[in-house]
């Protein structure tokens, strides 16, 4: 197995609720159950129960593979770029873990992406930060935001991870969380169990 893999992708802006489950912006919207007919689905719990899953980043094992825990229900699809996404049951709440290939430290992928979300409808920056993970041996740079998507607001949590603690370590993966505003704390929560779960091997 000959990969330590270094990063920069982008992940598009996550596009949720009533318009469409939650997907990267390469993945047209789909119909969210429940949207428009006057039900509004409970808020995302805290105390989610969770099943590993792995999957392959290649055609060949050798290439290497990555998982992470996931709320059990959630459905899971691993897209043609190895992205691992996982969806409630309702679509309105996403977990996405993606490799990155080329990318800076955790915390310049963070600026980087603040930039990019430069003109986003209703965009409202929660959080920036960065954090030593000792135990873990990782570096997390965390960035929370709210936009809106058709007048109706949404929260997006992304972490970048890197596999040690040096001035120059690149992040190698990416954390996302996304889902409806009220889902907030739910979202905190399976960030919080997910991250030191997420495993890149090759």
């Not at 808020?43 to 590993?52: C, I, P």
């Not at 459905?75 to 993606?98: C, I, N």
């Not at 929660?126 to 997390?140: C, T, Y």
Request: glycine share 14%; aromatic share 6%; with cysteine.
């Amino acid at each position: 197995m000959k990969r330590i893999a270094t990063a920069l992708a982008t992940s598009g802006l996550l596009l949720l609720g009533c318009a469409g489950t939650a997907h990267a912006d390469t993945h047209p919207p789909q119909p969210v159950d429940g949207c428009g007919d006057g039900y509004v689905r409970p808020a995302l719990g805290t105390h989610l129960h969770y099943k590993f899953k792995g999957w392959s980043v290649g055609s060949d094992p050798d290439e290497g593979s990555m998982g992470i825990d996931a709320p059990r229900g959630w459905s899971f699809v691993r897209t043609p770029q190895a992205e691992g996404r996982f969806h409630s049951p309702g679509g309105q709440d996403l977990l996405s873990l993606r490799e990155l290939e080329g990318a800076g430290t955790p915390a310049a992928e963070m600026a980087a992406k603040v930039e990019t979300l430069a003109g986003t409808s209703g965009l409202k920056v929660l959080g920036e930060h960065v954090k030593d993970m000792g135990g873990l041996g990782q570096r997390w740079a965390t960035l929370s935001y709210r936009w809106n998507d058709m007048g109706e607001p949404r929260i997006v949590k992304e972490r970048w991870i890197s596999y040690g603690t040096g001035p120059a370590d690149a992040a190698v993966m990416v954390v996302t969380v996304a889902g409806r505003a009220m889902d907030g704390n739910g979202l905190d929560a399976v960030l919080a169990h997910v991250s030191p779960t997420a495993v890149l091997a090759g």
